[in-house]
């Protein structure tokens, strides 16, 4: 029917042939209409990023269980797409991952985390505070910094809240 809106749900393990894991670009397009797109993510894997001036500390959790995921390959990608730093998760679920900023690159925008055919990723862009100038003081110059972060994102009431921190100083 013309002029008429259509609501149409996509069956991803149809369309991904199996469970879906990873990330998806589902895109709508139709005669005389603008397409329309968006990214949509089917994982396990949770992530959380703290940038330094020559790395970053990430952090990867498992959304079902709420527990560190060991082994999970990262990856920390710059804005024009070269690869950074690249390191596996340990048991904490925890990598430090450090690249030289001597080279000529450009700033870290993406973070991707795959592990047993899952995959991941975390934009940089508005998911970490670099700090002041873009990242480019030195931690605790005047005393003690901490990073709380929760083991994922969203609780339902009554869940109990696990917090973590990281304290430099």
């Known amino acids: 029917r013309p002029n008429q809106p259509v609501d149409w749900r ?6 991904a042939g199996g469970a879906p894991r990873g990330v998806y670009l589902l895109r709508a ?12 993510v ?8 703290r940038l330094a001036a020559d790395g970053a500390l990430v952090r990867v959790n498992s959304l079902r269980a709420a527990q560190p995921v060991a082994g999970a ?6 804005a024009n797409n070269r690869e950074l730093a690249r390191g596996a998760t340990d048991e ?3 990598v430090y991952l450090k690249w030289d900023r001597t080279q000529e690159d450009a700033p870290p925008s993406v ?3 795959a592990r047993e055919g899952d995959l991941t990723f975390l934009a940089l862009r508005s998911a970490v505070d670099e700090g002041d100038a873009a990242g480019e003081r030195d931690y605790a110059a005047g005393g003690r910094e901490a990073y709380v972060f ?20």
Do not use: F
Request: charged share 25%; net charge neutral; proline share 2%.
């Open 150 to 169: 929760t083991d994922r994102g969203i609780y339902r009431p009554g869940e109990t809240v696990h917090l973590q921190a990281l304290v430099r100083g």
């Open 29 to 40: 397009d139709a005669e005389k209409v603008s397409a329309c797109s968006r990214l949509v």
């Open 10 to 15: 996509a069956d991803l393990r149809a369309l």
């Open 92 to 94: 904490r679920g925890l």
């Open 111 to 113: 973070v991707t985390a």
């Open 42 to 49: 089917v994982t396990d894997l949770g992530l959380a990023a």
């Open 73 to 78: 390959e990262v990856v920390v990608w710059a």
